[in-house]
């Protein structure tokens, strides 16, 4: 008798243990291995988190404009107001940067950071041509002078060499790399699209990020993925045919004509032999502010396009690609005057 009691209460606690709520919600999609040519969404390969940020801690953050994951699942996000918020991994609200200003430990404008896996903070200060760095508690502890008052469109650390790589517009070759040791500029590396980088005083790059040895960059309307080998500094470029059209999938794709050559790589990242390409259209495609917006490319590691057009099925804005397999991506859901904010974190291991 006893030991029917003891299975029955058994039970009951795992129950309860399964239907405990929290703000950290994981879905796992995925079985390897991974076939490229049978994904149907973009997503349901990774393992998925969702953080729910509360909201009287989010009442204040503006549009956000960047955002980024330390090694410790601490999140950050930048909103246009230049202000850093950090919450940690359960989405409780750690602390707000607002050292606005000219002094030597402040900024003046931000639109690019940066973090490192123990959670050192590295802000484009761009309007005084200078990078700016804080500790995990946001206390300031360097400068790095930049190279160039260009505006960084993508930063990342390499916490293996020591050094910090930065996408600039304004130099003639873009990947700018520093030197966090010393806190100083070492040199500039990679191609540049001739035609339209060296005149542009604005550009935006699809995105960088280090796979061991290699760092993958893009450059703009340039359908290709470029690579820099960090230790024998070897340079090379994985050409793409530039053959995605825009098929009759409804009737919006119906009436919009093929114009491929027109758009530019949006972001990208790796995952095993493939790397996932989302597709920017052109500026006067009536589907740059839809779903659409999200196409993807699968492309084999030898250049091969496995899959052309995938979407994803819960992502709604672009991921950004935080460290190798981790993704980073949020969403606003304002209802009835609340702002819910959902920090969605992708993984594939």
Request: glycine residues 4%.
């Amino acid at each position: 008798m006893n030991n029917h009691i003891y299975t029955i209460l058994l039970i009951a606690f795992v129950l309860l243990s399964c239907t405990e709520t929290s703000n950290n919600d994981k879905v796992t999609h995925r079985s390897k291995p991974l076939l490229a040519d049978e994904i149907k969404f973009v997503d349901e390969i990774f393992e998925e988190q969702k953080i729910s940020l509360p909201e009287e801690n989010t009442k204040e953050i503006g549009r956000i404009v960047d955002f980024s994951l330390d090694g410790f699942d601490n999140i950050y996000l930048l909103d246009n107001n230049s202000h850093i918020y950090k919450f940690n991994s359960r989405g409780e609200f750690i602390a707000k940067l607002n050292s606005i200003g000219r002094g030597p430990k402040e900024y003046a404008k931000v639109q690019k950071f940066c973090v490192n896996k123990d959670g050192l903070l590295f802000l484009d200060d761009w309007r005084q041509s200078r990078i700016q760095i804080y500790d995990t508690d946001f206390v300031h502890i360097g400068t790095l002078e930049k190279k160039t008052g260009g505006v960084l469109t993508d930063m990342l650390v390499d916490d293996r060499n020591n050094r910090l790589y930065c996408f600039d517009s304004h130099l003639e070759n873009p990947v700018a790399i520093y030197d966090l040791k010393n806190n100083e500029f070492l040199k500039s590396v990679g191609f540049q699209d001739e035609l339209v980088f060296r005149y542009s005083t604005r550009i935006k790059a699809g995105g960088m990020f280090l796979e061991g040895d290699e760092l993958y960059y893009t450059l703009p309307n340039q359908y290709k993925i470029f690579s820099y080998n960090t230790q024998n500094e070897k340079e090379s470029i994985l050409a793409v045919s530039p053959s995605f059209h825009f098929k009759q999938v409804d009737e919006k794709i119906k009436s919009f004509r093929d114009s491929y050559n027109y758009s530019t790589v949006g972001s990208f990242y790796k995952v095993e032999n493939y790397f996932f390409v989302r597709v920017m259209l052109p500026k006067e495609s009536r589907l740059r502010d839809s779903d659409y917006s999200l196409l993807t490319d699968i492309i084999s590691a030898g250049g091969e396009k496995i899959k052309e057009g995938v979407f994803y099925k819960n992502i709604k804005r672009t991921p950004r690609t935080v460290s190798q397999n981790t993704l980073l991506s949020y969403d606003n859901i304002v209802t009835n005057e609340k702002n819910k904010t959902n920090i969605i974190i992708l993984r594939y291991e």
